[in-house]
């Protein structure tokens, strides 16, 4: 969790990046400039792939987190409280369900992010008008 808090701001400030050049995109291409239109595409382009490139270093994160968690678990279980073979079976099987649903904080992040960026330049054009 404080991993994907404080890649909120940086999401949000990539996907404002984002929208605010995809917003471009039909006065892009009512100039029917292929230069300005590959410019276009390439910012864009630019864009996508600096929020992936984040979504992969948080994945990264929560994965080593995720694996040393897994790895306490077995070590603790087996040296400390004696655990049958079914008794570890178990613990990897509940912490293996804990960590694909962990895999999927990073992407609902990003969503979030969107989103509230989104709102927060929707309610800025209300408050305009």
């Given at each position: 969790?404080?991993?994907?808090?404080?890649?909120?701001?940086?999401?949000?400030?990539?996907?404002?990046?984002?929208?605010?050049?995809?917003?471009?995109?039909?006065?892009?291409?009512?100039?029917?400039?292929?230069?300005?239109l590959?410019?276009?595409?390439?910012?864009?382009?630019?864009?996508?792939?600096?929020?992936?490139?984040?979504?992969?270093?948080?994945?990264?994160?929560?994965?080593?987190?995720?694996l040393?968690?897994?790895?306490f678990?077995?070590?603790?279980?087996?040296?400390?409280?004696?655990?049958?073979?079914g008794?570890?079976?178990?613990?990897?099987?509940?912490?293996?369900?804990?960590?694909?649903?962990?895999?999927?904080?990073?992407?609902?992040?990003?969503?979030?992010?969107?989103?509230?960026?989104?709102?927060?330049?929707?309610?800025?054009?209300?408050?305009?008008?």
């Amino acid at each position: 969790m404080l991993t994907n808090t404080l890649a909120h701001k940086k999401f949000f400030r990539l996907n404002a990046a984002l929208n605010a050049r995809a917003e471009q995109q039909v006065g892009v291409l009512e100039t029917r400039s292929p230069p300005r239109l590959g410019a276009h595409l390439l910012s864009l382009r630019k864009s996508e792939i600096r929020i992936s490139d984040t979504e992969g270093l948080i994945y990264g994160m929560i994965l080593a987190a995720l694996l040393g968690m897994e790895m306490f678990n077995l070590w603790f279980a087996t040296q400390s409280l004696g655990v049958s073979a079914g008794g570890v079976f178990s613990i990897v099987t509940y912490s293996w369900d804990f960590f694909e649903s962990a895999l999927i904080l990073p992407m609902t992040l990003q969503t979030l992010s969107r989103l509230s960026e989104i709102t927060a330049r929707i309610n800025k054009m209300e408050a305009a008008e």
